[in-house]
């Protein structure tokens, strides 16, 4: 998946470039199936999760329910995808690219962070201890659910909010915008991991650590679509708890 320019006049969201987001949801299908069977098991689940609730719901409580209907939503939209014509997106290939990608991207960004700050502190002060399989399932869910919240929507859709409420004709300022935008929230994306109750004590060494990978997160969202900087995400944080 190659990301292509659209300039809209007058919206600072208009120096982003996105991917095809039939693609881009496809490709993160994985993620979210796989979290979404897996963290019904587990004692926490991500802060930014606000559909398994729902789904449990929805299943009236019932395990094997709750599974199919996981399942369900997986199936549909593939479905629906293949009744559209856009098979190709689910040819294995694009999941081995996408894999390859993330890896690139997680190696580079935490050379990156760590460079700024001196050493490695994304991970958790305590990791709970629920396993390899329990580490891979909270994974896919911070990258996508988190993704979902700071990228998306607070970063992405805050932009066009700001392109509606105030144009920048200047494409200068919308760059300027933008970044600065990208600045803001990537701080905010590092203090999510402060507050709450799974929230670590604070520290401002590993608040810089994850700005900078906030920051890095972004850019490939910009840059590349959702899809790659999920996978970024998730594998960053398989090889921050599992290694």
Request: proline fraction near 5%; glycine fraction near 10%.
């Amino acid at each position: 998946m190659v990301a292509n320019a659209s300039p809209v006049s007058g919206d600072p969201s208009s120096v982003i470039t996105s991917g095809d987001p039939w693609s881009d949801l496809v490709l993160t299908l994985p993620m979210f199936i796989g979290y979404h069977l897996g963290v019904i098991f587990l004692p926490i689940r991500n802060a930014a999760d606000l559909v398994t609730r729902e789904l449990v719901a929805l299943a009236d409580h019932d395990m094997p329910t709750y599974g199919c209907v996981t399942l369900g939503i997986g199936f549909t939209y593939v479905l629906i995808l293949g009744l559209a014509g856009r098979g190709h997106a689910l040819r294995w290939q694009r999941f081995a690219l996408m894999l390859t990608e993330g890896i690139l991207y997680a190696v580079a960004m935490r050379l990156a962070a760590n460079y700024v700050v001196g050493r490695m502190l994304l991970a958790p002060a305590e990791v709970p201890q629920i396993g390899l399989l329990g580490s891979l399932v909270l994974s896919f869910g911070a990258g996508f659910y988190e993704e979902v919240a700071f990228r998306v929507i607070l970063f992405g859709f805050g932009l066009k909010v700001m392109g509606w409420l105030h144009p920048f004709p200047d494409q200068v300022e919308k760059l300027f915008v933008a970044t600065v935008w990208a600045v803001v929230t990537s701080a905010a994306f590092s203090a999510w991991h402060y507050v709450g109750a799974l929230g670590e004590p604070f520290d401002p060494q590993s608040f810089l650590f994850r700005w900078v990978c906030g920051f890095v997160f972004v850019v490939i969202y910009a840059f590349r679509g959702f899809a790659p900087v999920v996978w970024t995400h998730a594998i960053y944080d398989v090889w921050v708890m599992v290694f």
